[in-house]
């Protein structure tokens, strides 16, 4: 494999010799007679790149899509002429139980759960797009009914398998930068809405099921121009998870993975609140979490910010002149400084020790196909739900600290409570009768 210095890889950056993101393990495999039959909830958005990208495994035969969306089951239905087409995620479920091993659910994230859950039930193996579920406590139990079942799980978090993501783990836990003493992670996005909802009901599309759209949530009238569907429902409290329930699971990922961290002790927004309706932008949250072998102290803390907040000069200034990264994080050591981009190559500082530093990049695994190959029992998967189960929680715990501006919250995660009381009602939500799903 390449080594790379720092110096060597920023003067080439710019020539960008183009590679293929993503290693295909099975192109070489032997034929195989057993065959992997799947079915996709979600038709178009990153449930097309789902769905396609376990389609191009050669062991997988797609049997059925779901989409509450007609118009978005378009695309598919040419791809894939042979499948069959569902608009209720139930029917498909009832009437393909028998002929279907395995799902991806990349949906709305107000559905991961009540859909992951439901084919969890009746042995199906789920491959779940993050953040794993909407609120804390459908991840605990979906994490727990996963390992109970033996279902094969994996999050969508994709990345993970890269060899950017895995080459900055393995930098932190070789003690390159020494113990790690704090982290500051970004990402610019505003998935939030200051604005009220706005007063008016929109003819609902042909093409769109509102009532299946809706799900467990509550009834409400349909806003068209995208305020919720196809686009903004991040932005909707009781829809989405926000900036950070969307990009939390991806920049935390490698941090969790390199640090071995767990659950955090505490956490303390100090950014805006949401208001009823929607998330807030802007954020800045501070975790606590007990050390590990990788890290300096007793306690680590790690910084979040999105939108137009931005780690604090001292931190920046570590990156001698360079331009801090569009999204990623910063690993404060005892012995240096690594930024780790969303998706690209780790840096080292200071540039007078790690300047000539050489270091192999990790190859890349397929991390829909690393899934499908652990499904026909060839391996394992390595953003399982527990891994990611964890890692989705400390995510949500940011957004209900969120709601309680410059107020730390402490966690216990065994009892799943908060010392607040009133923050306790925020780990779970009731879902609207009739759409109740056993074991959520």
């Not at 997988?60 to 969306?69: G, P, S």
């Not at 978090?157 to 020494?178: E, F, P, W």
């Not at 805006?272 to 890290?295: E, Q, V």
């Not at 908060?418 to 923050?423: E, G, K, N, P, S």
């Amino acid at each position: 494999m390449k080594s790379f210095s720092r110096r060597h890889f920023l003067r080439t950056l710019a020539a960008g010799a183009a590679t293929a993101p993503f290693v295909n393990l099975n192109a070489f495999a032997k034929p195989t007679q057993k065959v992997l039959r799947h079915a996709s909830f979600g038709a178009a958005g990153m449930a097309w790149s789902d769905l396609t990208q376990i389609a191009e495994h050669p062991d997988v035969r797609i049997v059925a899509i779901c989409d509450v969306d007609l118009k978005r089951q378009k695309q598919a239905r040419e791809k894939f002429p042979d499948a069959k087409f569902y608009q209720d995620w139930r029917e498909l479920l009832r009437k393909e139980a028998d002929h279907i091993d395995s799902v991806n659910v990349s949906v709305p994230d107000h559905m991961h759960a009540p859909i992951g859950m439901s084919a969890m039930r009746l042995g199906k193996h789920v491959y779940g797009q993050k953040p794993l579920a909407h609120d804390l406590r459908e991840v605990r139990r979906m994490t727990e009914f996963a390992k109970k079942q033996r279902c094969v799980t994996q999050m969508g978090i994709q990345i993970h398998s890269d060899r950017a993501y895995r080459t900055g783990v393995k930098l932190i836990q070789s003690g390159v930068i020494g113990k790690v003493k704090e982290v500051h992670s970004w990402c610019p996005k505003s998935w939030g809405d200051p604005e009220a909802l706005p007063d008016r009901v929109d003819p609902v599309p042909e093409n769109l099921d509102w009532n299946l759209w809706l799900g467990v949530c509550a009834e409400r009238p349909y806003i068209g121009e995208s305020y919720y569907h196809p686009d903004n429902w991040r932005k909707r409290l009781d829809f989405g998870t926000g900036t950070f329930g969307d990009m939390g699971c991806h920049i935390f990922d490698p941090v969790f993975k390199a640090l071995e961290l767990t659950t955090p002790i505490s956490v303390l927004s100090e950014g805006p609140a949401p208001n009823a309706w929607n998330w807030a932008i802007d954020s800045k949250i501070h975790y606590t979490f007990k050390g590990t072998k990788h890290t300096a102290g007793d306690t680590l803390t790690i910084h979040w910010y999105d939108g137009n907040s931005h780690p604090p000069k001292e931190i920046l200034d570590l990156l001698e002149g360079d331009k801090l990264p569009g999204t990623g994080s910063i690993f404060v050591g005892t012995a240096g400084a690594m930024a780790l981009p969303h998706w690209s190559r780790p840096q080292l500082y200071p540039d007078k020790k790690f300047g000539n530093y050489e270091f192999k990049m990790e190859t890349t695994v397929n991390h829909w196909h690393s899934f499908v190959d652990a499904c026909l029992r060839r391996g394992k998967t390595s953003a399982h739900f527990g891994y990611a189960g964890p890692l989705t929680e400390a995510v949500l715990l940011g957004g209900v600290a969120t709601r309680f501006p410059q107020t730390k919250l402490l966690w216990d995660a065994r009892r799943m409570t908060f010392d607040i009381a009133v923050a306790n009602d925020l780990t779970a939500r009731k879902y609207r009768k009739g759409w109740e799903v056993k074991g959520l």
